[in-house]
């Protein structure tokens, strides 16, 4: 399967504990946004990466969030301190030069 | 904000019949992308239309755009069981997509 997948596909954690998500793109694909959903709601951009540089970070991105692609392949999402509204999906996407936006299964997670 | 607005905000349809769900924005676009989401999965691209078109098609699927009133409309046409779910319409002026939240479709047997 060529798509953009995530890891993992559930999590569940304490409040106060971190977590960390991955996302490994569509190969050759330079582009790589995260999103979050929220139940009943559409997904809310929070960043996005061209190769491995961090362009823009949305409002939504605390400080307790940040986002890495080391090598401009793969990128994490690391939420420290996790709050109980934290709890959401978060959502990977990927594209190269074309305007369309590929989206992995997402990471659901749920934060007791 | 560019968000994109649907309407109606749930659907409910015979297998059969078409659906037609409608989207409104505020600013100008490049181009406008709908998406579906099958309940608890990612989402799926379904089609693109840039903001010179008017109106596009793929397989049962027809969009139109309106950039004079900032407003798309998604039909379905012969809706299937597999066509439940929601439909995403997601405005574009730079590089980020900016969803509304949605029409969730479900389609009777």
């Known amino acids: 399967d060529t798509g953009v997948s995530q890891n993992p596909r559930h999590k569940i954690t304490k409040r106060g504990q971190n977590v960390t998500f991955r996302c490994d793109p569509i190969?050759?694909?330079?582009?790589l946004y995260w999103y979050r959903q929220t139940l009943g709601q559409g997904p809310e951009f929070l960043t996005y990466?061209?190769?491995?540089?961090?362009?823009?970070k949305s409002r939504l991105l605390s400080d307790r969030f940040s986002a890495e692609r080391p090598k401009g392949s793969f990128s994490t999402l690391e939420i420290q301190r996790t709050e109980q509204g934290d709890s959401a999906m978060y959502l990977c996407?990927?594209?190269?030069?074309?305007?369309?936006?590929?989206f992995g299964p997402g990471t659901r997670l749920t934060v007791l | 904000s560019q968000q994109g607005e649907e309407d109606p905000q749930a659907l409910s349809i015979q297998e059969g019949e078409n659906a037609t769900m409608n989207c409104s924005y505020k600013t100008s676009i490049n181009n406008l992308q709908w998406y579906r989401q099958n309940s608890g999965r990612g989402l799926v691209h379904l089609i693109l239309?840039?903001?010179?078109?008017r109106e596009k098609h793929s397989g049962r699927l027809r969009v139109t755009l309106d950039t004079s009133k900032k407003s798309s409309s998604l039909l379905i046409t012969a809706s299937r069981a597999a066509d439940t779910a929601s439909y995403f319409c997601?405005?574009?002026?730079?590089?980020?997509?900016?969803f509304g939240a949605g029409t969730t479709v479900t389609v009777r047997a």
């Open positions: 190969s050759e694909h330079n582009r």
């Open positions: 239309i840039r903001s010179n078109e």
């Open positions: 990466f061209q190769n491995e540089a961090q362009l823009e």
């Open positions: 996407a990927s594209r190269s030069g074309s305007d369309t936006q590929y």
């Open positions: 997601a405005p574009v002026n730079d590089y980020k997509l900016s």
